[in-house]
């Protein structure tokens, strides 16, 4: 079993910054990529970010060059560092594998943002 911890989301305006963080822990030896995921109310749940056990990354189209994935393997920890918001980045933000173990999805971070 592994569990996957979200923190460090809330409210700010749109041009501001968050950094959300990750902490995974149980069986996360198995877990090569790591991704941020989100999901906007009505939406499915899409991924935004992955980030290799090697430090490679890749992001959506719609938040490349202001959100930046990294990661700390020896914490077990992954961050999303968030900038330039956009009210459209509104959603609930998790963590997971990638690809995702379905059955492990924690309770997300809300990040929301005004215009």
């Known amino acids: 079993q592994v569990q996957f911890v979200e923190s460090g989301g809330g409210l700010v305006q749109a041009g501001g910054s968050l950094r959300l963080s990750c902490a995974a822990s149980g069986n996360t030896f198995s877990i090569n990529a790591m991704g941020w995921y989100r999901q906007a109310p009505g939406t499915q749940r899409e991924l935004v970010a992955t980030?290799?056990?090697?430090?490679?990354?890749n992001y959506a189209d719609s938040v490349k060059g202001r959100f930046t994935i990294s990661r700390d393997n020896a914490k077990n920890t992954v961050h999303l560092q968030m900038t330039g918001l956009k009210p459209e980045d509104t959603a609930v933000y998790y963590c997971n594998a990638q690809p995702p173990w379905l059955d492990y999805w924690g309770q997300g971070t809300q990040v929301t943002v005004s215009s």
């Open positions: 980030i290799s056990s090697g430090g490679r990354t």
